[in-house]
Nanobody, 121 residues
Framework: QVQLVESGGGLVQAGGSLRLSCAAS????????MGWYRQAPGKQRELVAG???????NYADSVKGRFTISRDNAKNTVYLEMNSLKPEDTDVYYC???????????????WGEGTLVTVSS
Protein backbone atom coordinates (compact mmCIF):
# COMPACT_ATOMS: atom_id res chain seq x y z
CA GLN A 1 0.00 0.00 0.00
CA VAL A 2 2.87 2.35 0.82
CA GLN A 3 6.36 2.22 -0.62
CA LEU A 4 9.30 4.07 0.88
CA VAL A 5 12.47 4.75 -1.08
CA GLU A 6 15.54 6.20 0.60
CA SER A 7 18.36 8.03 -1.10
CA GLY A 8 21.33 10.20 -0.23
CA GLY A 9 23.58 7.76 1.58
CA GLY A 10 27.26 7.59 0.84
CA LEU A 11 30.78 7.93 2.14
CA VAL A 12 31.81 11.06 4.00
CA GLN A 13 34.67 12.08 6.25
CA ALA A 14 34.20 12.70 9.95
CA GLY A 15 32.86 16.17 10.50
CA GLY A 16 31.14 16.22 7.14
CA SER A 17 27.48 16.42 6.23
CA LEU A 18 24.96 14.33 4.37
CA ARG A 19 21.29 14.72 3.52
CA LEU A 20 19.01 11.71 3.29
CA SER A 21 15.66 11.68 1.54
CA CYS A 22 12.74 9.29 1.83
CA ALA A 23 9.97 9.44 -0.73
CA ALA A 24 6.66 7.77 0.01
CA SER A 25 4.28 6.59 -2.67
CA UNK A 26 0.99 4.74 -2.74
CA UNK A 27 -1.71 5.34 -0.16
CA UNK A 28 0.12 8.09 1.69
CA UNK A 29 -2.71 10.40 2.73
CA UNK A 30 -3.18 8.74 6.12
CA UNK A 31 0.50 8.65 7.16
CA UNK A 32 1.20 10.52 10.37
CA UNK A 33 4.62 9.58 11.70
CA MET A 34 7.68 9.18 9.52
CA GLY A 35 11.18 8.65 10.72
CA TRP A 36 14.71 7.38 10.32
CA TYR A 37 16.06 4.36 12.16
CA ARG A 38 19.36 2.51 12.45
CA GLN A 39 20.59 -0.66 14.10
CA ALA A 40 24.06 -0.83 15.60
CA PRO A 41 25.77 -4.25 15.81
CA GLY A 42 24.33 -6.31 18.63
CA LYS A 43 21.64 -3.78 19.42
CA GLN A 44 17.97 -3.30 18.68
CA ARG A 45 16.82 -1.04 15.90
CA GLU A 46 16.47 2.45 17.29
CA LEU A 47 14.96 5.76 16.37
CA VAL A 48 17.37 8.31 14.96
CA ALA A 49 14.81 11.01 14.26
CA GLY A 50 11.07 11.09 13.72
CA UNK A 51 8.48 13.65 12.73
CA UNK A 52 4.69 13.79 12.66
CA UNK A 53 2.57 15.43 10.01
CA UNK A 54 2.08 18.42 12.30
CA UNK A 55 5.81 18.81 12.76
CA UNK A 56 6.43 17.32 16.20
CA UNK A 57 9.90 15.78 16.31
CA ASN A 58 11.81 13.25 18.36
CA TYR A 59 15.56 12.60 18.27
CA ALA A 60 17.96 10.10 19.71
CA ASP A 61 20.17 11.70 22.35
CA SER A 62 23.27 10.82 20.34
CA VAL A 63 22.21 12.97 17.37
CA LYS A 64 20.56 15.94 19.06
CA GLY A 65 22.08 19.18 17.86
CA ARG A 66 23.69 17.47 14.85
CA PHE A 67 20.80 15.99 12.86
CA THR A 68 17.64 17.71 11.71
CA ILE A 69 14.55 15.98 10.37
CA SER A 70 12.06 17.77 8.16
CA ARG A 71 9.03 16.86 6.11
CA ASP A 72 7.33 18.05 2.96
CA ASN A 73 3.77 16.77 3.18
CA ALA A 74 2.90 17.91 -0.33
CA LYS A 75 5.73 15.81 -1.74
CA ASN A 76 5.28 12.94 0.73
CA THR A 77 8.95 13.17 1.50
CA VAL A 78 10.95 13.25 4.72
CA TYR A 79 14.54 14.44 4.98
CA LEU A 80 17.36 13.95 7.43
CA GLU A 81 20.12 16.52 7.42
CA MET A 82 23.16 15.09 9.16
CA ASN A 83 25.93 17.42 10.24
CA SER A 84 29.14 16.92 12.21
CA LEU A 85 29.08 13.26 11.31
CA LYS A 86 31.06 10.82 13.43
CA PRO A 87 32.39 7.35 12.59
CA GLU A 88 29.90 5.88 15.05
CA ASP A 89 27.10 7.23 12.86
CA THR A 90 28.04 4.64 10.25
CA ASP A 91 25.06 2.38 9.63
CA VAL A 92 22.26 1.54 7.28
CA TYR A 93 19.55 4.14 7.74
CA TYR A 94 15.98 3.00 7.26
CA CYS A 95 12.99 5.16 6.57
CA UNK A 96 9.73 4.06 8.15
CA UNK A 97 6.18 5.32 8.43
CA UNK A 98 2.88 4.69 10.16
CA UNK A 99 -0.53 6.24 10.60
CA UNK A 100 -0.01 6.04 14.38
CA UNK A 101 1.29 8.80 16.61
CA UNK A 102 4.17 6.64 17.79
CA UNK A 103 7.92 6.83 17.16
CA UNK A 104 8.91 3.34 18.26
CA UNK A 105 10.22 0.90 15.63
CA UNK A 106 7.54 -1.69 16.44
CA UNK A 107 4.84 0.87 15.63
CA UNK A 108 6.02 1.35 12.07
CA UNK A 109 3.84 -0.18 9.36
CA UNK A 110 6.09 0.44 6.38
CA TRP A 111 9.84 0.24 5.89
CA GLY A 112 12.23 1.21 3.14
CA GLU A 113 15.17 -0.90 2.01
CA GLY A 114 17.69 1.38 3.69
CA THR A 115 20.54 3.58 2.56
CA LEU A 116 24.11 3.11 3.76
CA VAL A 117 25.93 5.94 5.48
CA THR A 118 29.65 5.44 6.01
CA VAL A 119 31.68 7.98 7.98
CA SER A 120 35.44 7.61 7.75
CA SER A 121 37.79 8.63 10.54
Amino acid sequence: QVQLVESGGGLVQAGGSLRLSCAASGTTFSLNTMGWYRQAPGKQRELVAGITRRGSTNYADSVKGRFTISRDNAKNTVYLEMNSLKPEDTDVYYCAATWRADFTPRAMDYWGEGTLVTVSS
